[in-house]
């Protein structure tokens, strides 16, 4: 009794408006091509191609279509090869397949992780980022190794976090002084800048007497909405008293409006 046939038949071979062979089948199914997997093998009408032989030019257009992918993503950005990795990886992109195109990528220069790097710093610090926060961010979200990270070079951070400082210190002009400088000084951590140059910013913060007198006025006003006031009432004063140090108000700012109002 004869086999059963496996495979398909080339019934026909066209090409599409980009110059690519279409490989049409005997069952109707057909096949788009790139050059390089029609330089695979020979390919002509009349040839009966395996099932493994057909996997394997799907396999070749699929991992050219990847490259082609990575290639307009280099192309369009900046991106570091951990960035490439995921992205592939997500397009469920064969692990063997991934490395080869990484690999056609670094060869042809598309991608350089040292190069990523210090696109990436001239980028942040004109953001006024700080030196940790940037390299946090290569190594834990951009996948750039040690070795790299080790050798890179960054402008002195004071000028952008005095710059990043004069920004918050409108932002926060209301504020008492020692409450000011808290913020600012937190608020560098977090952008990155060392402990050493966020708390000498942060000393060097000035006070805005008329905005903190009226922002006292107002949160004092706000506490005797809350806390209303009778003659001789020593536990509505202490309250009143507590409310405006809990928003940062020296006792000598406390004891000054509240003289001032007579309570």
Known sequence: MPSKRTGKLIKEIKYDKKGNPILSFDDGTFLILNPDAYSEMPLFPGKSLTDLEIKHLEKLVKNHSSFEYALKLVSSGSYSIHDVYVKLEARKVEEKAIKEILSR???????????????????????????KYILDALSSKHGVKQEILDNLSFSPEEENASIYAERLSKQYKHLPLTKKKEKIYLSLLRRGFSMETANSIADNIKEDK???QEYLRRIYLQALRKYPLAPN???QREKIYLYLAR?????????MIMEEENV
């Open 105 to 131: 990528l670094r060869k042809e220069r598309f991608l350089d992780d040292e190069e990523f790097a210090k696109i990436f710093i001239e980028e942040k610090e004109a953001q006024l980022y700080g030196k």
């Open 210 to 212: 008329k905005e903190k």
């Open 233 to 235: 009432d020593y536990e």
């Open 247 to 255: 928003h940062g108000f020296s006792r000598e700012d406390i004891n």
